[in-house]
């Protein structure tokens, strides 16, 4: 069944490329090829995917510079970095820099299609934002001096208006719905990323570390580390 979106595929290697290539139209998705950041850049500019899937190591500019320059001119597509290199300063430099998950080779071709799709269900979700229900029935979470609100997307700490970014937002909004029970880099995963298998903790600790330094400065720390088990927030 035809999938009607369309992915980038950016990579130096032309073997890796018709890999991903076919596995992609397998499953009825649309391909665009690139070899080099500058194509990659032209190509976004272009062809608008709905997707990138960008090698970090190419032969001009770096995937990361790209998903910078993509960034700077406000697109933002999703994009998801492959990359040879496994550490977590790299995993933090792409998410920093707005990649939304990273794929290390070699890869499963069936969980890299995996998370192409929940990358996509995820972007495709509707972001909480202003709404026309301002009534009562606009859920409003209280934890402590904090509060959500997810029918106007603000979140303010004793009186002081946070900013956030989506993914942190649902990150925020869920462990308040569960404020006082430990849950696991597995659960949260899949509850805001929507990564049931597959998914890299590094990311749920990467994103942890930016709430708490937008909550922390407003007041005592309400995100706690149950250490090998996972986080909770409790005032």
Known sequence: MNDDRTVLVVDDEPGIRGLMRTA??????????????AEALAAARER????VLLDVMLPDIDGFEVCR????AGDGVPVIFLTARDTP??????LTLGGDD???????????????RAVLRRAAAPAPGPSDDTGDD??????????????TWTVRRAGTEIDLSPTEFRLLAHLMRHAGRVLSRRQLLAAVWGWEEHGNPQVVETYVSYLRRKLDPLGPPLIHTRRGVGYTLRA
């Open 69 to 72: 320059r993509l960034r700077d």
């Open 138 to 151: 606009a859920e409003v979470l209280r934890v402590g001096d904090l509060e959500l609100s997810e029918a």
């Open 48 to 51: 608008r995917p709905d997707l």
């Open 102 to 116: 990273y794929v290390t080779k070699p890869f499963s071709i069936e969980a890299l299609v995996a998370r192409v």
């Open 89 to 94: 300063s790299d995993t933090v430099t792409g």
């Open 24 to 37: 992609l139209r397998f499953h009825g998705f649309a391909t665009v090829e690139a070899a080099t950041g």
